[in-house]
């Protein structure tokens, strides 16, 4: 074999090893240390760690702490079909010639580009009392419904829900939009021949074509409402039962110096989102769809 026929065979792979350097350095590696941690307890400034087994998961498991945070991910959950609604309305509405598509367009996408930190900030500032909500909602004739939207733990959770589908939305609503826009025209033509009108078109044409994005969107809702940071973080820091199990991890290992027992929770997250995704796809398995 000559040297050029080699590289020829070779080059594919060596043109994949920077990226799967970078895969394996700041992925896989970084989650092998994570599992090793969890069987220890360290707190991350000693040299030496103590082996505790199975210990930390136990703890996991058996202490309400730990475990009832969980239940915070339900409103983020319940919010992020809110979400795909909203995103799959106004993607399918603005698929089709209307006026001024492109400023809308705009305007969807434009809360996904802040920054998380920011977004924080911004709605810290339209929650807290006397705040730009409760300001305009007196304005409007409304001030008995002001309430403590931050301060209050049966409304809480609701308003940073909130937060995160009007931050989140523009995502979907561009993968949805992307899908919507590469279904071959002539399907719509012969659809108007036949008297179709904008539901049978969305109904036999839009929703199968974009069954594939749709359940990506799924996937994208179970794992990100199991691993809600940024919002609930910055706004209440989790306080007023608004702590997060990934905000219950992060205090875990930096504030409380338990490495091992928040490596285990990441663990137990990192096994939920893979075994949901895992039946997500079994319930909904990604067919090809046969336009044509």
């Given at each position: 074999?000559?040297?050029?026929?080699?590289?020829?065979?070779?080059?594919?792979?060596?043109?994949?090893?920077?990226?799967?350097?970078?895969?394996?350095?700041?992925?896989?590696?970084?989650?092998?240390?994570?599992?090793?941690?969890?069987?220890?307890?360290?707190?991350?400034?000693?040299?030496?760690?103590?082996?505790?087994?199975?210990?930390?998961?136990?703890?996991?498991?058996?202490?309400?702490?730990?475990?009832?945070?969980?239940?915070?991910?339900?409103?983020?959950?319940?919010?992020?079909?809110?979400?795909?609604?909203?995103?799959?309305?106004?993607?399918?509405?603005?698929?089709?010639?209307?006026?001024?598509?492109?400023?809308?367009?705009?305007?969807?996408?434009?809360?996904?580009?802040?920054?998380?930190?920011?977004?924080?900030?911004?709605?810290?500032?339209l929650f807290q009392p006397d705040g730009t909500l409760d300001s305009v909602l007196r304005l409007v004739g409304l001030g008995g419904h002001t309430e403590l939207w931050l301060g209050d733990p049966d409304i809480a959770n609701v308003s940073l829900a909130g937060t995160s589908v009007w931050r989140?939305?523009?995502?979907?609503?561009?993968?949805?939009?992307?899908?919507?826009?590469?279904?071959?025209?002539?399907?719509?033509?012969?659809?108007?021949?036949?008297?179709?009108?904008?539901?049978?078109?969305?109904?036999?044409?839009?929703?199968?074509?974009?069954?594939?994005?749709?359940?990506?969107?799924?996937?994208?809702?179970?794992?990100?409402?199991?691993?809600?940071?940024?919002?609930?973080?910055?706004?209440?820091?989790?306080?007023?039962?608004?702590?997060?199990?990934?905000?219950?991890?992060?205090?875990?290992?930096?504030?409380?110096?338990?490495?091992?027992?928040?490596?285990?929770?990441?663990?137990?997250?990192?096994?939920?989102?893979?075994?949901?995704?895992?039946?997500?796809?079994?319930?909904?398995?990604?067919?090809?769809?046969?336009?044509?």
């Amino acid at each position: 074999m000559t040297i050029a026929a080699w590289w020829r065979r070779q080059s594919p792979w060596l043109y994949l090893v920077p990226a799967l350097t970078l895969l394996i350095v700041f992925t896989y590696v970084p989650v092998g240390n994570m599992v090793w941690y969890s069987f220890h307890k360290w707190d991350g400034l000693d040299v030496t760690m103590d082996p505790v087994g199975l210990d930390n998961y136990v703890r996991v498991f058996t202490d309400e702490r730990y475990w009832r945070v969980f239940l915070v991910s339900l409103y983020y959950f319940v919010a992020s079909f809110a979400q795909i609604a909203i995103a799959l309305y106004f993607a399918v509405v603005l698929s089709f010639n209307v006026r001024f598509r492109n400023l809308f367009k705009g305007i969807l996408f434009f809360p996904y580009l802040l920054n998380g930190v920011a977004v924080g900030f911004v709605f810290l500032y339209l929650f807290q009392p006397d705040g730009t909500l409760d300001s305009v909602l007196r304005l409007v004739g409304l001030g008995g419904h002001t309430e403590l939207w931050l301060g209050d733990p049966d409304i809480a959770n609701v308003s940073l829900a909130g937060t995160s589908v009007w931050r989140f939305t523009g995502l979907n609503f561009v993968l949805f939009l992307g899908a919507i826009q590469s279904i071959p025209g002539e399907i719509y033509e012969a659809a108007d021949i036949d008297g179709a009108n904008r539901w049978h078109r969305f109904r036999y044409i839009i929703a199968p074509g974009i069954r594939r994005i749709i359940s990506l969107s799924f996937i994208l809702a179970v794992s990100g409402s199991l691993a809600v940071f940024e919002i609930p973080f910055i706004m209440t820091g989790g306080a007023n039962g608004t702590r997060t199990f990934v905000v219950q991890a992060y205090q875990t290992a930096f504030q409380f110096r338990q490495i091992g027992l928040a490596s285990a929770m990441a663990v137990v997250l990192l096994a939920v989102v893979l075994a949901l995704t895992w039946i997500q796809r079994k319930v909904l398995p990604d067919d090809e769809v046969n336009l044509s």
